[in-house]
């Protein structure tokens, strides 16, 4: 998750943290950490990276 809280980071121009809590236990067993081409097969366009999609939607995530 530290890595996701870097691509908001450099999407938003500001400093994103990634603070461990004990909820995240999947997370931290990588338990969601699953890439398939399934996106790609299914649209016929590439899956956009954490970073890509923060970028386009800065004004949600900054107010």
């Given amino acids: 998750m ?3 809280a870097q691509e908001f980071s450099e ?3 500001r400093t994103v943290t990634y ?12 338990r969601y950490d699953r890439a398939t081409a ?3 097969r299914i649209t016929g366009k590439r899956p956009l990276t954490v970073e ?3 970028a ?4 949600f ?3």
Avoid at 20 to 30: G, Q, T
Avoid at 56 to 59: C, E, L, M
């Fill in 2 to 4: 530290t890595d996701v």
């Fill in 11 to 13: 999407a938003l121009d």
């Fill in 19 to 30: 603070v461990d809590v004990p909820m995240a236990k999947l997370h931290r067993a990588n």
């Fill in 38 to 40: 399934d996106v790609e």
């Fill in 52 to 54: 890509e999609f923060v």
């Fill in 56 to 59: 386009a939607r800065k004004d």
């Fill in 61 to 63: 995530y900054l107010g």
